[in-house]
């Protein structure tokens, strides 16, 4: 089974802070993605990548930034930390049979 | 309008009903399309895709599509109170490398 590991299941960070959300698959996928779940408004994207150092944005990138260095990671940045961004972070990776979800990171800033 | 729609619920059934969950997209183009459950505090899993028209079973579930329609539905049969979740419907676009979602049915099932 593919297997998506979040580095961190919940988060408290300040106002402010530059906050990093780690995520690492373990499938050899090409496509990454992530996206923030809050309650009435669903999944939405932030960014995806299709490949090392490639990415695009999603629907709501202001605010957010990626890296992937590695085939294997996908890291979302969060330049800086604002109170509207507390929420439920999902990576996940994809094959054409669908999405496999890490566990989520719930961030919450105060 | 959304690009995916589906009825927030709660859809409450009772335990061994039938659950009709329904999703309708407006890209006529979509090609590809899933269903996920998630439970409460938990992050989605992906129960079940579909590609063509018609039914696709895969044990209790049924997928069914009707692109003329741009509708898709899940079928759970049988419905237990384990089912309860949120179930999120996500349709693969024309010219987009990632999956659109609802934002979920929440189905409730009744002991």
């Known amino acids: 089974d593919v297997k998506v590991t979040q580095s961190s299941r919940y988060l408290v960070k300040r106002t402010g802070e530059k906050v990093f959300l780690e995520c690492v698959q373990d499938?050899?996928?090409?496509?990454m993605f992530w996206y923030r779940q809050d309650p009435g408004l669903g999944l939405r994207l932030i960014y995806f990548?299709?490949?090392?150092?490639?990415?695009e944005k999603g629907d709501i990138p202001e605010g957010y930034s990626v890296s992937r260095e590695k085939k294997e990671r996908f890291s979302l940045i969060l330049e800086s930390a604002s109170t509207n961004q507390t929420s439920m972070y999902l990576c996940?990776?994809?094959?054409?049979?669908?999405?496999?979800f890490g566990s989520g990171t719930r961030l919450t800033v105060v | 309008q959304k690009e995916v729609e589906q009825n927030s619920g709660p859809l409450s059934v009772p335990e061994g009903a039938i659950a009709s969950l329904n999703c309708t997209y407006s890209?006529?183009?979509?090609?590809?399309f899933f269903w996920y459950r998630q439970y409460s505090g938990k992050s989605p899993e992906l129960i079940m895709f579909?590609?063509?028209?018609g039914d696709k079973e895969d044990g209790r579930f049924t997928a069914q599509l009707n692109k003329a329609s741009q509708y898709v539905s899940l079928l759970i049969r049988d419905s237990q109170p384990s089912d309860s979740a949120t179930y999120l419907c996500?349709?693969?676009?024309?010219?987009?490398?990632?999956?659109?979602f609802g934002s979920g049915t929440r189905l409730q099932v009744q002991p």
């Open positions: 996500a349709v693969s676009r024309t010219g987009r490398r990632a999956l659109t």
């Open positions: 890209d006529r183009g979509s090609q590809s």
């Open positions: 990548s299709y490949d090392v150092k490639m990415k």
């Open positions: 499938m050899d996928h090409e496509n």
């Open positions: 579909i590609y063509s028209n």
């Open positions: 996940a990776s994809s094959s054409p049979y669908g999405y496999t």
